[in-house]
């Protein structure tokens, strides 16, 4: 009797211990990234192409990192001119919960023409990927209500904040509006 006793027990305690470990503390991992539309590729550089249903993803991620998402094109001097600034704000985060991405908006016959070449020559090394789906009238107000569709054009959020910036930035003025969310 004692034995049935005793396998009792520790059949009672194993089952406590998995309804404990499955209760309240199961972590929800997070849906992998979409499938790109298509990925180009050239000098060892490759470019994730997304339709506005795949960008989404990247857009509203709920997590414990804070993203920087700017909307920007090879043929966009402002924003050509402002592409270090997001790099330093990479590289000077890297260690702490930020990424960036960088949403290139150039059109799908400059790719492998213009952008590819330019994400070599840069030495980009925040996460390049390529809009490509043609109705911007739908997927613009989409992104925010208050964007003309004119770039550059910056998101910055987490799972608690967000702010849309239609505007150029320095570094200082990314830097500031990356602490005031993060």
């Known amino acids: 009797m004692k034995v049935i006793y005793s396998k009792i027990a520790v059949f009672i305690a194993l089952l406590v211990m998995v309804s404990c470990k499955n209760g309240n503390n199961t972590t929800v991992e997070e849906a992998p990234a979409p499938n790109p539309v298509k990925v180009y590729s050239a000098d060892d550089i490759s470019v994730k192409a997304y339709e506005y249903d795949g960008l989404k993803y990247f857009l509203n991620r709920d997590n414990d990192t804070t993203y920087v998402v700017n909307f920007w094109a090879t043929w966009c001097l402002p924003c050509v001119e402002e592409l270090p600034h997001f790099e330093k704000l990479n ?38 990927i ?15 209500s208050t964007w003309s569709g004119a770039i550059p054009a910056t998101i910055i959020y987490n799972k608690d904040k967000r702010k849309f910036y239609e505007q150029s930035f320095t570094y200082e003025e990314l830097e500031t509006e990356l602490l005031s969310i993060k």
């Open 130 to 144: 390529i809009m490509t789906d043609p109705d911007s009238n739908s997927w613009i107000p989409k992104i925010d």
């Open 91 to 128: 590289a000077e985060y890297k260690d702490e919960k930020v990424k960036v991405l960088l949403v290139s908006l150039d059109m799908r016959k400059m790719i492998e023409s213009k952008l590819i070449p330019f994400l070599k020559e840069k030495e980009l090394k925040s996460d390049v």
